[in-house]
């Protein structure tokens, strides 16, 4: 039987295809030990943002808020182009899967006709183009959307980019900078630290319940911008938030605030509400897959795997174990075939040597009978009679009578066989188990020679 090395392949692991991490002949996988390195829902891991922290799930929902803004190292009193104080807003913040979406309204009430300031300052360039509004008899409201996903991290931290960030109040375009980085990183249960920076501007944002319903919380804001080697906190906004039961509640107090304030009907706007963005313009999917872990590549990847050095010398050392096994098996049954067919040869000589016929080999087995066989092969040469039988003895008694040759190899391994002790002899007690043992291969040689002579 020929074994080729395919063969012995087939008991090793595939290496011709990927190597998976984790199996007991390769490294073992990152994904075990950090969540970053797993596919979404193996080891637990999930780029839902519900399922990664779970403030998330206590934050989402309604808000109405107070708001005061301050500027330029905290002066709340230097006049409206410094001071917007206080104002009211609302904050709708939903969460769906690795998606986070916030609509943001704020309303001023009317300003301070008696003040220059007031509607020439801080607001002066977006009034200026609304055709109903009134200084110091309408209010104002303006819209801040902002979009975020979970990040690659999956430790509850969300991300954005500018791409989605859409148009809003300018005291929020830093988001719009290209280089500028942005997070949200739950700190526990009850609080949310968020920052953004670029190369112009660093904001932190801190929100915090402060009840142990989680329907109260407050929100500071603080706005830097860098002059040479120095930062100017340039405006700060502190908020007070107060959690809606539902969203006819937050419609309702909106509509309410409206009326409240006298904003102008080309100020209200038909609110979004969950996923649906103002006047419909909403981050496209391509903007989200941006950094969107469920449909971007994560830069958290398997590193490559590598394949256990002692696993794979056990596999081949029992793969050289098993064929050594199967070859010594396979040369036992050659050497135990060819032994039987010399027993038959030597049977058959005996057979037709001595003529022994059928039902006769009671009487040649017989000590009488195998001393005198074994005294006639002991005396075939001239150096017989000494009671051994030497090799050349039982070539002469083999080659003679109608055999014919027996070839070199098989000769000497037909002696080694009755040599049992391998002294170069054969001796009368090596020369009668011999024969006892070739006792069965004579029968049937006699069964098989009666039937044919028979026939």
């Known amino acids: 039987m020929k074994l080729s090395i395919p063969f012995t392949l087939l008991l090793l692991p595939s290496l011709g295809s990927a190597v998976k991490c984790g199996q007991w002949y390769s490294s073992n996988c990152v994904c075990d030990s950090d969540v970053r390195y797993c596919e979404d829902g193996q080891n637990g891991a999930s780029d839902d943002i519900l399922d990664q922290h779970p403030l998330w799930s206590h934050l989402q929902g309604f808000y109405k808020f107070t708001a005061y803004d301050f500027a330029f190292g905290l002066y709340p009193s230097q006049g409206a182009a410094a001071q917007n104080f206080p ?76 791409a989605l960030t859409l148009p809003g109040p300018d005291a929020y375009q830093i988001t719009k900078e290209d280089n500028a980085d942005y997070k949200l990183i739950p700190v526990d249960e009850n609080t949310l630290q968020g920052s953004v920076k670029s190369d112009t501007f660093f904001v932190t944002e801190t929100f915090v319940f402060t009840n142990s319903d989680r329907t109260t919380a407050n929100s500071v804001q603080d706005v830097y911008q860098f002059f040479q080697n120095q930062s100017i906190l340039v405006q700060s906004t502190r908020l007070q938030l107060q959690k809606l039961p539902d969203a006819k509640n937050f419609t309702e107090s909106i509509a309410a605030d409206y009326e409240r304030f006298n904003v102008p009907n080309s100020l209200k706007q038909q609110l979004p509400m969950n996923t649906v963005c103002l006047n419909d313009i909403c981050p496209t999917e391509e903007d989200f ?121 098989e000769f000497d391994t037909l002696f080694g066989i009755i040599d049992a002790d391998g002294n170069g002899d054969i001796d009368f007690i090596e020369f009668t188990g011999f024969m006892g043992d070739i006792k069965n291969n004579i029968e049937s040689l006699q069964d098989d020679t009666f039937k044919d002579n028979k026939a």
Do not use: W
């Not at 709708?92 to 690795?98: C, D, P, Q, Y």
């Not at 098993?322 to 060819?338: D, E």
């Open 289 to 409: 897959c941006q950094i969107d872990p469920k449909c971007s590549e994560s830069i958290y990847q398997e590193p490559s795997v590598t394949i256990k050095a002692g696993p794979i010398v056990a596999i081949v050392c029992a793969v050289f174990a098993v064929l050594i096994a199967l070859l010594f098996y396979l040369h036992r049954r050659s050497l135990n075939k060819q032994k039987d067919a010399l027993k038959n040869t030597f049977a058959k000589h005996v057979i037709d040597t001595l003529g022994i016929g059928k039902g006769a080999s009671a009487e040649f087995f017989t000590m009488d009978a195998l001393t005198k066989e074994f005294n006639a092969i002991d005396s075939g040469t001239d150096e017989g009679g000494d009671g051994k039988i030497s090799k050349a003895e039982l070539k002469a008694f083999m080659t003679s009578g109608k055999i014919g040759e027996v070839s070199d190899s």
């Open 87 to 162: 104002y009211y807003g609302y904050l709708n913040h939903t969460i769906i899967g690795s998606r986070d979406y916030q609509h943001r309204y704020q309303i001023s009430p009317p300003a301070n006709a008696s003040d220059p300031a007031a509607c020439t300052g801080f607001y002066g360039p977006f009034i200026a183009g609304i055709p109903d509004y009134t200084c110091g008899v309408t209010g104002l409201a303006t819209f801040f959307e902002g979009f975020a996903s979970s990040s690659y991290e999956r430790d509850g931290s969300l991300t954005t980019t500018p």
